[in-house]
């Protein structure tokens, strides 16, 4: 189904759907779901039969197109973010959190998804009731619109960087973390893949000490080998 609107251009988000993943963006409703969307002002939401139109950041009118996905689980409270390169920047606002819910991850300031021109780092922001203590997290994306970049998912604690996970295709990671540890989404330039292949062996910094029970250790390595 499609959604306009009366007065003209009052929607000023994707249309969200909410579902065990969080929120998502609907490309069809279903009677009996509740779905959310923001509007600049008072007015009346139509719906017709043609293919659902979704508005894009920075460009005036509604426009279909392809974007790459970050899920991420935090103890069971799944929330997925948005990115793809683009001819104009913008963004889109979270929606607030479900009722009896935590705030669900967001990119920095509250943002959902992401559309950029160029190469950028976008920090993101856990919700305050994602705990302390060490616990396990989980990401899974789908990365399938790349153009001229590189994606890379990175894991620093305090002003150290302890992991780049290059984010291509569909996959997916587990990671131990503690209070302090961090994530990004870097955008770099390159041709997609992680910037070619390494010209060295390296291995990179352990986290945490190697006394622990685990410890993560990142290798860069420039062919196929035995680990």
């Keep these: 189904n499609a959604v306009g609107s009366e007065p003209e251009s009052l929607v000023t988000s994707p249309l969200y759907g909410y579902g065990s993943g969080g929120y998502y963006f609907a490309d069809s409703l279903v009677g009996g779901e509740g779905y959310w969307v923001k509007c600049r002002d008072s ?117 150290s960087e302890i992991s780049q996970t290059p984010l291509e295709g569909r996959g997916q990671f587990r990671y131990s973390i503690s209070p302090d540890t961090k994530f990004s989404l870097s955008v770099r330039a390159g041709a997609g893949g992680y910037g070619g292949v390494p010209g060295e062996y390296l291995v990179g910094e352990y986290y945490p000490n190697p006394f622990n029970p685990l410890t993560r250790v990142s290798l860069r390595l420039p062919s196929e080998s035995t680990v």
Aim: proline share 12%; net charge negative; charged share 20%.
């Design 43 to 159: 007015g009346v939401l139509i719906v017709s039969a043609p293919p659902l139109q979704r508005p894009r950041p920075g460009i005036d009118g509604p426009e279909q197109f392809p974007i790459n996905e970050i899920r991420i689980d935090d103890k069971g409270l799944v929330s997925t973010l948005y990115f793809a390169p683009g001819d104009a920047p913008g963004s889109f606002e979270a929606p607030p959190a479900p009722p009896g819910r935590s705030p669900q991850v967001t990119f920095e300031g509250g943002k959902m998804g992401i559309i950029h021109t160029g190469a950028s780092n976008y920090p993101i922001e856990f919700g305050a009731a994602s705990g302390d203590g060490k616990r396990e997290i989980f990401f899974s994306w789908n990365v399938e619109i790349q153009g001229k970049f590189v994606y890379i998912l990175v894991e620093t604690v305090g002003s």
